[in-house]
T-cell receptor, first 112, second 114 residues
């Protein structure tokens, strides 16, 4: 069973702090996606990284795909209360379906 | 553009009963996916439709689950008979291009089996 372990599971920080969420696996993925989910809603795609070592920035969010395409990280600079939510990584193995293999999730709470 | 719509948002049934969940994808999206999250676990893939055909149903847990997409528009996921371990949130997603290119998820249908 492929497993994407995210760490930390829970994170509570103050507004303005920086944080990093990690997504690790022993499996290689053709690409990796990051989602954010808010209560009562479905996951919303933030970014897709495809190339090993790739770095993508989305405002205060920086996403990196590991060189070996087995892991990824999400760094948030100067967190805001609006960043609060469940962050999910999801690996794509490729093939006909390209089904997503979701990580265990990181619940982030940013206190004002 | 309307998003992915799921109905009902929450269903509470007793063990042994039947429940049918419905998903209306974004208009024009040929690809439709079902995923679910059971308590304390990660979201897991159930199956993938391309139009009305099942492209991959490797994630379906057992034969108590039946997914259909007649006409290639909306999809239904029926659980019959429901068991306690079926409780969870069932998500539907759709995409225009095949594969995990850009999936739009619905808000999910929460199923509680008592």
């Amino acid at each position: 069973t492929q497993l994407l372990e995210q760490s930390p599971q829970f994170l509570s920080i103050q507004e303005g702090e920086n944080l990093t969420v990690y997504c690790n696996s022993s499996s290689v993925f053709s690409s990796l996606q990051w989602y954010r989910q808010e209560p009562g809603e479905g996951p919303v795609l933030l970014v897709t990284v495809v190339t090993g070592g790739e770095v993508k920035k989305l405002k205060r969010l920086t996403f990196q795909f590991g060189d070996a395409r087995k892991d990824s990280s999400l760094h948030i600079t100067a967190a805001q209360p609006g960043d609060t939510g469940l962050y999910l990584c999801a690996g794509v193995r490729g093939g006909a379906t390209n089904k997503l293999i979701f990580g265990t999730g990181t619940l982030l709470a940013v206190q004002p | 553009e309307a998003g992915v719509t799921q109905f009902p948002s929450h269903s509470v049934i007793e063990k042994g009963q039947t429940v049918t969940l419905r998903c209306d994808p974004i208009s024009g999206h040929d690809n439709l996916y079902w995923y679910r999250r059971v308590m304390g676990k990660e979201i897991k893939f159930l199956l993938h439709f391309v139009k009305e055909s099942k492209q991959d149903e490797s994630g379906m847990p057992n034969n108590r689950f039946l997914a259909e997409r007649t006409g290639g528009t909306y999809s239904t996921l029926k659980v019959q008979p429901a068991e306690l371990e079926d409780s969870g949130v069932y998500f539907c997603a759709s995409s225009l291009v095949g594969g995990a290119n850009v999936l739009t998820f619905g808000a999910g249908s929460r199923l509680t089996v008592l």
